[in-house]
């Protein structure tokens, strides 16, 4: 039930069917806003974790190979092999002031 509640990435109407289907449990319109806000919950500490963690370290890595040798974002991203569907993201959050 667990799992369904804080592992599964989908939206709470999803989670509130499949608590229905698997463990015949019936929510309120109340429960479910707070299934609602569970979900969003998890899914923010997730993505904080993640962005601490890995995104973290390769903000790290971005900030010192590029100071020390001078080249571009986009040369420093070629060189630490940022896969591309997260130099978007990267660029972003390198532009925020911390």
């Known amino acids: 039930m ?6 599964e990435k989908a939206p709470a109407l999803v989670k509130k069917q499949q608590l229905e289907e698997a463990y015949g449990i019936r929510l309120t319109e ?10 969003n919950l998890s899914e923010g500490l997730y993505n904080n974790g993640f962005n601490d963690g890995t995104y973290g370290r390769a903000k790290t890595d971005l900030r010192n190979l590029i100071e020390s040798t001078g080249w571009s974002l986009a040369k420093a991203m070629e060189m630490l092999r940022i896969p591309p569907e997260e130099k978007e993201h990267l660029e972003k959050e390198l532009k925020k002031k911390h």
């Open 30 to 39: 109340d429960e479910t806003k707070e299934l609602s806000k569970m979900c």
């Open 2 to 7: 667990l799992r369904i509640i804080f592992k």
